[in-house]
């Protein structure tokens, strides 16, 4: 499984990327928005992990742009967003599912 880890916190990305590589699957890290929908486009990713802030585009804008092009992988939201008007408008834009940080 290839998975692409959208995060711009390096201590963040490093400890997620860290742990699904343990578990065997193929991981890329991309720090920005621009960064990691350029990603998304280039390679058949199996699963997309987004945060929501991040330098340049953000997550939401990241989302909208790769579902609005037809782009159909799971995507799995994780950020500090708690609030349930950013969960609500998150799942709309087509996020598969939504979990805040800090996470177990």
Known sequence: MQILVIEDDPTVGSFVSRGLREHGWEVDLAATGDEGEQLA???????????????????????HDLRGRGFERPVLVLTAQDAVDAKVNTLRAGADDYVTKPFA
């Open 41 to 63: 486009s280039a390679k058949p990713y199996d699963l997309v992990i987004l945060d929501m802030r991040l330098p340049g585009k953000s997550g939401l804008e990241v989302l």
